[in-house]
Protein backbone atom coordinates (compact mmCIF):
# COMPACT_ATOMS: atom_id res chain seq x y z
CA UNK A 1 0.00 0.00 0.00
CA UNK A 2 1.25 3.47 -1.08
CA UNK A 3 0.89 6.99 0.51
CA UNK A 4 -2.49 7.35 -1.31
CA UNK A 5 -3.78 3.59 0.37
CA UNK A 6 -3.42 2.33 -3.15
CA UNK A 7 -2.78 -1.21 -2.60
CA UNK A 8 0.08 -2.48 -5.30
CA UNK A 9 -0.38 -5.81 -6.98
CA UNK A 10 2.20 -8.17 -7.18
CA UNK A 11 3.05 -11.17 -8.78
CA UNK A 12 2.13 -14.48 -7.04
CA UNK A 13 4.55 -16.15 -4.69
CA UNK A 14 3.78 -19.81 -5.63
CA UNK A 15 4.30 -20.70 -9.06
CA UNK A 16 1.19 -22.22 -11.50
CA UNK A 17 2.83 -26.16 -10.78
CA UNK A 18 3.24 -25.48 -6.54
CA UNK A 19 -0.74 -24.48 -7.13
CA UNK A 20 -1.50 -27.62 -8.47
CA UNK A 21 1.50 -29.47 -6.04
CA UNK A 22 -0.44 -32.62 -3.51
CA UNK A 23 0.41 -31.57 -0.26
CA UNK A 24 1.78 -34.11 2.25
CA UNK A 25 -0.05 -34.64 5.61
CA UNK A 26 1.53 -32.35 8.30
CA UNK A 27 3.79 -33.56 10.87
CA UNK A 28 1.62 -34.24 14.35
CA UNK A 29 1.93 -33.75 17.43
CA UNK A 30 0.41 -33.55 21.11
CA UNK A 31 1.21 -30.27 22.99
CA UNK A 32 0.75 -30.23 26.59
CA UNK A 33 -1.92 -27.84 27.85
CA UNK A 34 -2.38 -28.47 31.47
CA UNK A 35 -1.06 -30.49 34.15
CA UNK A 36 3.16 -30.96 32.68
CA UNK A 37 4.95 -28.03 31.45
CA UNK A 38 2.84 -26.45 28.97
CA UNK A 39 3.64 -26.15 25.16
CA UNK A 40 5.97 -29.39 25.61
CA UNK A 41 5.64 -31.16 22.19
CA UNK A 42 5.34 -35.18 21.92
CA UNK A 43 6.34 -35.95 18.26
CA UNK A 44 3.03 -38.49 16.97
CA UNK A 45 4.65 -40.84 14.18
CA UNK A 46 2.24 -43.44 12.18
CA UNK A 47 3.56 -46.34 14.46
CA UNK A 48 1.72 -46.86 17.45
CA UNK A 49 2.35 -44.25 20.47
CA UNK A 50 1.79 -44.99 23.81
CA UNK A 51 1.22 -42.65 26.63
CA UNK A 52 1.93 -43.93 30.88
CA UNK A 53 3.80 -43.07 33.74
CA UNK A 54 5.92 -46.17 32.41
CA UNK A 55 9.47 -45.17 30.82
CA UNK A 56 8.63 -47.84 28.79
CA UNK A 57 6.19 -45.75 27.07
CA UNK A 58 6.62 -43.90 23.74
CA UNK A 59 6.27 -40.77 25.58
CA UNK A 60 6.08 -41.30 29.60
CA UNK A 61 3.76 -38.91 31.27
CA UNK A 62 5.21 -38.20 35.31
CA UNK A 63 2.14 -37.68 36.71
CA UNK A 64 0.21 -39.59 39.99
CA UNK A 65 -3.32 -39.81 38.20
CA UNK A 66 -2.07 -41.40 35.01
CA UNK A 67 -1.71 -45.02 34.98
CA UNK A 68 1.62 -46.97 33.95
CA UNK A 69 0.15 -47.92 30.22
CA UNK A 70 -2.95 -45.44 30.36
CA UNK A 71 -3.94 -45.07 26.40
CA UNK A 72 -2.45 -45.80 22.92
CA UNK A 73 -2.25 -43.23 19.89
CA UNK A 74 -3.34 -44.74 16.40
CA UNK A 75 -3.47 -44.06 12.47
CA UNK A 76 -5.39 -45.70 9.84
CA UNK A 77 -4.60 -46.35 6.34
CA UNK A 78 -6.40 -43.19 5.73
CA UNK A 79 -4.90 -41.01 8.17
CA UNK A 80 -7.05 -40.68 10.53
CA UNK A 81 -5.64 -41.17 14.00
CA UNK A 82 -7.87 -43.39 16.55
CA UNK A 83 -7.01 -43.02 20.86
CA UNK A 84 -7.16 -46.58 23.06
CA UNK A 85 -7.59 -46.36 26.72
CA UNK A 86 -6.06 -49.32 27.90
CA UNK A 87 -7.88 -49.67 30.94
CA UNK A 88 -6.47 -47.28 33.21
CA UNK A 89 -7.67 -46.44 36.35
CA UNK A 90 -8.47 -42.72 35.93
CA UNK A 91 -9.68 -43.17 32.95
CA UNK A 92 -8.51 -41.11 29.46
CA UNK A 93 -10.97 -38.15 27.94
CA UNK A 94 -11.74 -36.99 24.42
CA UNK A 95 -13.30 -33.38 24.60
CA UNK A 96 -14.30 -34.13 28.20
CA UNK A 97 -16.11 -37.53 27.19
CA UNK A 98 -14.66 -40.12 28.57
CA UNK A 99 -13.70 -43.59 26.60
CA UNK A 100 -14.71 -47.13 26.74
CA UNK A 101 -11.63 -48.93 28.19
CA UNK A 102 -10.22 -51.07 25.30
CA UNK A 103 -12.33 -49.49 22.41
CA UNK A 104 -10.67 -46.61 19.77
CA UNK A 105 -12.27 -43.85 19.37
CA UNK A 106 -11.64 -41.26 17.06
CA UNK A 107 -9.38 -38.02 17.54
CA UNK A 108 -9.90 -35.33 15.47
CA UNK A 109 -7.38 -32.39 14.72
CA UNK A 110 -7.52 -30.06 17.17
CA UNK A 111 -8.85 -32.56 19.80
CA UNK A 112 -7.72 -32.03 23.60
CA UNK A 113 -6.96 -35.53 25.49
CA UNK A 114 -7.26 -36.06 28.76
CA UNK A 115 -5.46 -38.59 30.98
CA UNK A 116 -6.16 -38.90 34.78
CA UNK A 117 -7.21 -36.27 36.64
CA UNK A 118 -4.63 -33.62 35.56
CA UNK A 119 -2.59 -33.85 31.86
CA UNK A 120 -4.36 -32.18 29.00
CA UNK A 121 -3.00 -33.38 25.39
CA UNK A 122 -4.06 -30.88 22.12
CA UNK A 123 -3.34 -33.32 19.36
CA UNK A 124 -2.31 -31.19 15.98
CA UNK A 125 -0.87 -30.91 12.87
CA UNK A 126 1.61 -28.50 12.43
CA UNK A 127 3.45 -27.13 9.29
CA UNK A 128 7.23 -26.47 9.99
CA UNK A 129 6.60 -22.52 10.46
CA UNK A 130 4.03 -23.40 13.42
CA UNK A 131 6.47 -26.15 14.42
CA UNK A 132 9.43 -23.92 14.69
CA UNK A 133 7.51 -21.29 16.20
CA UNK A 134 5.95 -23.71 19.03
CA UNK A 135 9.51 -24.86 19.77
CA UNK A 136 11.15 -21.43 20.16
CA UNK A 137 7.83 -20.51 22.45
CA UNK A 138 8.26 -23.51 24.40
CA UNK A 139 12.32 -23.16 25.07
CA UNK A 140 11.70 -19.32 26.18
CA UNK A 141 9.61 -21.17 28.56
CA UNK A 142 12.00 -23.63 30.35
CA UNK A 143 15.44 -21.59 29.86
CA UNK A 144 16.78 -19.54 32.52
CA UNK A 145 17.79 -15.62 30.39
CA UNK A 146 20.84 -15.55 31.69
CA UNK A 147 22.61 -18.61 31.83
CA UNK A 148 20.79 -20.53 28.87
CA UNK A 149 20.30 -23.14 31.58
CA UNK A 150 17.37 -24.93 31.95
CA UNK A 151 15.05 -23.32 35.08
CA UNK A 152 13.70 -24.94 38.29
CA UNK A 153 9.98 -25.45 37.17
CA UNK A 154 11.79 -27.70 34.01
CA UNK A 155 14.15 -29.58 36.42
CA UNK A 156 11.34 -30.74 38.94
CA UNK A 157 9.23 -31.55 36.28
CA UNK A 158 12.23 -33.79 34.66
CA UNK A 159 13.79 -35.14 37.40
CA UNK A 160 10.92 -37.84 39.00
CA UNK A 161 11.58 -39.06 35.39
CA UNK A 162 15.31 -39.17 35.24
CA UNK A 163 15.36 -40.72 38.54
CA UNK A 164 13.14 -43.66 37.03
CA UNK A 165 15.10 -43.71 34.36
CA UNK A 166 18.48 -44.29 35.71
CA UNK A 167 17.08 -46.96 38.61
CA UNK A 168 15.48 -49.00 35.96
CA UNK A 169 18.70 -49.19 34.18
CA UNK A 170 20.24 -50.93 37.06
CA UNK A 171 21.92 -46.73 38.04
CA UNK A 172 21.20 -44.55 41.03
CA UNK A 173 20.82 -40.94 40.45
CA UNK A 174 22.97 -38.03 42.12
CA UNK A 175 21.63 -34.64 42.67
CA UNK A 176 24.27 -32.20 42.99
CA UNK A 177 22.86 -28.53 44.77
CA UNK A 178 25.82 -26.03 43.58
CA UNK A 179 26.59 -22.94 44.92
CA UNK A 180 28.78 -19.75 44.31
CA UNK A 181 30.31 -19.32 47.74
CA UNK A 182 30.43 -15.30 48.87
CA UNK A 183 28.19 -14.20 45.88
CA UNK A 184 27.03 -11.41 47.84
CA UNK A 185 31.08 -10.35 48.09
CA UNK A 186 31.11 -10.34 44.09
CA UNK A 187 28.30 -8.16 43.60
CA UNK A 188 28.68 -5.34 46.49
CA UNK A 189 32.89 -5.13 45.05
CA UNK A 190 32.81 -5.92 41.71
CA UNK A 191 29.41 -4.77 40.48
CA UNK A 192 26.23 -6.54 39.11
CA UNK A 193 28.19 -7.33 35.77
CA UNK A 194 30.76 -9.14 37.45
CA UNK A 195 27.63 -10.92 39.50
CA UNK A 196 26.44 -11.85 36.03
CA UNK A 197 29.11 -13.26 34.60
CA UNK A 198 30.40 -14.87 37.76
CA UNK A 199 26.70 -16.83 36.77
CA UNK A 200 27.84 -17.77 33.10
CA UNK A 201 30.85 -18.84 33.92
CA UNK A 202 29.18 -21.41 36.82
CA UNK A 203 26.51 -22.78 34.10
CA UNK A 204 29.45 -22.78 31.22
CA UNK A 205 31.39 -25.31 33.35
CA UNK A 206 28.47 -27.16 34.49
CA UNK A 207 27.72 -27.77 30.54
CA UNK A 208 30.75 -28.21 29.90
CA UNK A 209 31.45 -31.01 32.44
CA UNK A 210 28.24 -32.91 32.26
CA UNK A 211 26.87 -35.68 29.90
CA UNK A 212 23.99 -35.39 27.19
CA UNK A 213 21.81 -37.62 29.65
CA UNK A 214 22.93 -35.30 32.67
CA UNK A 215 19.92 -31.95 33.47
CA UNK A 216 21.26 -29.30 34.27
CA UNK A 217 19.04 -25.82 35.16
CA UNK A 218 19.60 -23.08 37.59
CA UNK A 219 17.54 -23.02 40.74
CA UNK A 220 17.54 -19.90 41.58
CA UNK A 221 19.78 -17.15 42.61
CA UNK A 222 23.52 -18.42 42.48
CA UNK A 223 22.00 -21.87 43.22
CA UNK A 224 22.34 -24.69 40.50
CA UNK A 225 20.89 -27.97 40.28
CA UNK A 226 22.40 -30.94 38.45
CA UNK A 227 21.09 -34.42 38.06
CA UNK A 228 23.58 -37.28 37.23
CA UNK A 229 23.14 -41.31 36.55
CA UNK A 230 26.07 -42.67 38.59
CA UNK A 231 26.75 -46.01 39.11
CA UNK A 232 27.78 -45.05 42.53
CA UNK A 233 28.84 -43.12 45.79
CA UNK A 234 32.08 -42.80 44.40
CA UNK A 235 31.18 -41.84 40.84
CA UNK A 236 28.93 -39.19 42.39
CA UNK A 237 31.77 -37.28 44.73
CA UNK A 238 34.04 -37.73 41.90
CA UNK A 239 31.99 -35.98 38.98
CA UNK A 240 30.80 -33.33 41.70
CA UNK A 241 34.83 -32.47 42.69
CA UNK A 242 35.51 -32.61 38.95
CA UNK A 243 33.15 -29.42 38.84
CA UNK A 244 34.61 -27.90 41.68
CA UNK A 245 38.12 -28.12 40.42
CA UNK A 246 36.99 -26.57 36.81
CA UNK A 247 35.57 -23.88 38.32
CA UNK A 248 38.52 -23.01 40.89
CA UNK A 249 41.16 -23.00 38.10
CA UNK A 250 38.77 -20.66 35.24
CA UNK A 251 38.91 -17.08 36.74
CA UNK A 252 36.49 -14.75 34.82
CA UNK A 253 37.22 -11.03 34.46
CA UNK A 254 35.89 -8.22 36.56
CA UNK A 255 36.41 -4.68 34.99
CA UNK A 256 40.65 -5.19 34.94
CA UNK A 257 41.05 -7.96 37.71
CA UNK A 258 40.56 -11.87 37.48
CA UNK A 259 38.28 -13.20 39.62
CA UNK A 260 38.40 -16.46 40.93
CA UNK A 261 35.72 -18.47 41.99
CA UNK A 262 34.95 -21.21 44.34
CA UNK A 263 31.81 -23.13 44.67
CA UNK A 264 30.36 -25.45 47.59
CA UNK A 265 28.36 -28.12 46.83
CA UNK A 266 25.72 -30.62 48.36
CA UNK A 267 25.24 -34.26 46.91
CA UNK A 268 21.91 -37.02 47.63
CA UNK A 269 21.24 -39.48 46.09
CA UNK A 270 18.57 -42.44 44.92
CA UNK A 271 18.82 -46.07 43.97
CA UNK A 272 16.54 -48.84 43.98
CA UNK A 273 18.24 -50.14 47.77
CA UNK A 274 15.82 -47.71 49.27
CA UNK A 275 12.96 -45.30 49.26
CA UNK A 276 13.11 -41.87 48.36
CA UNK A 277 11.03 -38.61 46.62
CA UNK A 278 11.81 -35.39 44.95
CA UNK A 279 10.96 -33.28 47.67
CA UNK A 280 13.58 -35.35 50.42
CA UNK A 281 16.65 -35.24 47.51
CA UNK A 282 16.37 -31.91 47.31
CA UNK A 283 15.72 -31.32 51.31
CA UNK A 284 19.34 -33.91 51.63
CA UNK A 285 21.46 -31.23 48.95
CA UNK A 286 20.37 -28.77 50.60
CA UNK A 287 21.15 -29.91 53.78
CA UNK A 288 24.66 -31.05 52.50
CA UNK A 289 25.30 -27.60 50.74
CA UNK A 290 24.81 -26.19 54.13
CA UNK A 291 27.35 -28.29 55.65
CA UNK A 292 29.98 -27.39 52.93
CA UNK A 293 29.14 -24.10 53.96
CA UNK A 294 29.30 -24.28 57.68
CA UNK A 295 33.21 -26.23 57.23
CA UNK A 296 34.34 -23.81 55.39
CA UNK A 297 33.15 -23.30 51.64
CA UNK A 298 34.82 -24.61 48.49
CA UNK A 299 34.27 -28.68 49.13
CA UNK A 300 31.60 -31.21 48.48
CA UNK A 301 30.31 -32.68 50.86
CA UNK A 302 27.41 -36.10 50.65
CA UNK A 303 24.50 -36.73 52.32
CA UNK A 304 23.31 -40.31 53.14
CA UNK A 305 20.58 -42.15 54.32
CA UNK A 306 21.57 -44.48 57.04
CA UNK A 307 20.09 -47.10 59.29
CA UNK A 308 18.88 -46.29 62.65
CA UNK A 309 21.80 -47.90 64.59
CA UNK A 310 23.80 -45.16 62.68
CA UNK A 311 21.10 -42.17 64.62
CA UNK A 312 21.61 -43.48 68.60
CA UNK A 313 19.70 -40.61 69.83
CA UNK A 314 17.01 -40.22 67.18
CA UNK A 315 14.04 -41.54 66.95
CA UNK A 316 13.13 -41.90 63.30
CA UNK A 317 14.23 -45.69 61.62
CA UNK A 318 15.59 -43.96 59.08
CA UNK A 319 18.10 -40.72 59.28
CA UNK A 320 20.21 -38.47 57.32
CA UNK A 321 23.92 -38.32 58.20
CA UNK A 322 26.34 -35.89 56.32
CA UNK A 323 29.95 -37.00 55.41
CA UNK A 324 32.83 -34.97 54.02
CA UNK A 325 34.15 -36.04 50.68
CA UNK A 326 37.91 -35.25 51.66
CA UNK A 327 39.50 -37.90 52.95
CA UNK A 328 39.16 -37.88 56.94
CA UNK A 329 37.21 -40.21 58.92
CA UNK A 330 33.90 -40.53 57.96
CA UNK A 331 32.07 -39.40 61.61
CA UNK A 332 28.21 -38.16 61.22
CA UNK A 333 27.35 -35.33 61.93
CA UNK A 334 24.44 -34.84 64.67
CA UNK A 335 21.13 -36.01 62.74
CA UNK A 336 18.82 -34.23 60.19
CA UNK A 337 16.31 -37.17 61.40
CA UNK A 338 13.75 -34.29 61.21
CA UNK A 339 14.68 -33.20 57.40
CA UNK A 340 11.55 -33.86 54.64
CA UNK A 341 12.10 -37.60 53.68
CA UNK A 342 14.20 -38.71 56.23
Not at 148 to 164: M, S, T, V
Request: aromatic residues 6%; hydrophobic residues 40%.
Amino acid sequence: MDVKGNTRICSSPVGREEQTHVVAPLPTYLIMVRGGLTGAMFRVDNRTTSLGRSIDNTHSIHDATVSRRHAALTHDAEGRAWLTDLGSSNGTYIDGKRLIPHQPFRLEQGGRIQLGASIVLKYVGLDPCEERFQREMFDRAVRDNLTGLYNRAYFLEQIGARCDQAISRGMSIALLMVDIDHFKRINDTHGHDAGDAALREVAKVLRDSTRADDLVARYGGEEFLVALPVASEAAAVERAERIRRHLLQRPIRAGSEPLRLTVSIGLSRADRTRPWNVAGLISWADAALYEAKRGGRNRVVSAAVMQSECHRGTESVDGLAIFRTEGEDRVPTPSLASAPGA
